[in-house]
């Protein structure tokens, strides 16, 4: 079955350090997002990437980075510099890039900087 | 600056009723606007879409309305059914944009029995 997997589904992190969360998608799909939900602010856009070997910044892009090597792959690096990084990370996929249908997400990621 | 706005942050409707779940955005160039639904510790899943051609569309019980003019939608769930409890968020996207979706903050909405 096609779709997107994100792992690990919880994740603990020690003050100070970096972390990686994992999206893979078997979709084809062109796009790849990663979102961030905080209680009562919705999903907030940190990345996005329509092709790739190129990535945009979005709108509280600071303190993370990603890499877009193959198409299947779209991982997000939380950095020490992420002020407040416990947050509900979800990553999308959306398979053209030019006009949006509509994205699919993974089931998500619980960060939690213990 | 939030561009897409659901000032309901919860939503109580007995089963069997309407449920009414409104969306303002501020931008005009947005042109695509579609609903999801999330349960927690899940992603968001696809519910409906309209774009900006047309006022209304249907799916099952799904109904979404497009009103321009107001920069308005809303969303009617007709019965609501205890499986719809969920947190919704209206997202919307435009030609100027590329394809990313803004998202709204989200709106609770519990059917009880």
């Known amino acids: 079955d096609g779709g997107i997997t994100q792992s690990p589904k919880y994740l603990f992190r020690k003050e100070g350090q970096n972390v990686t969360l994992s999206c893979e998608q078997n979709?084809?799909?062109?796009?790849m997002y990663w979102y961030r939900q905080d209680p009562g602010q919705g999903l907030r856009l940190i990345y996005y990437?329509?092709?790739?070997?190129?990535?945009q910044k979005g709108d509280i892009a600071e303190g993370y980075s990603v890499s877009r090597e193959k198409k299947e792959s779209f991982p997000l690096t939380v950095t020490s510099a992420q002020k407040n990084p416990t947050a509900f990370y979800l990553c999308?996929?959306?398979?053209?890039?030019?006009?949006?249908?509509?994205?699919?997400f993974g089931s998500g990621t619980r960060l939690t900087v213990v | 600056d939030q561009q897409v706005k659901q000032n309901s942050p919860s939503l109580s409707v007995q089963e069997g009723r309407i449920s009414i779940l409104n969306c303002d955005y501020t931008?005009?160039?947005?042109?695509?606007f579609l609903w999801y639904k999330k349960y927690p510790a899940e992603g968001p899943t696809f519910l409906i879409s309209?774009?900006?051609?047309?006022d209304k569309n249907e799916d099952g019980r799904f109904t979404v309305f497009l009103n321009k003019s107001a920069k308005h939608l809303s969303l009617h769930i007709v019965p609501s059914q205890p499986g719809d409890s969920a947190v919704y968020f209206c997202a919307a996207s435009g030609t100027g944009t590329a394809s990313k979706l803004t998202f709204g903050t989200g709106t609770r909405l519990q059917v009880t029995l």
């Open positions: 931008n005009s160039m947005f042109d695509y």
């Open positions: 979709l084809n799909h062109d796009a």
């Open positions: 999308a996929s959306s398979p053209d890039s030019g006009k949006n249908y509509g994205y699919t």
């Open positions: 990437s329509q092709i790739v070997n190129d990535f």
């Open positions: 309209i774009s900006s051609i047309k």
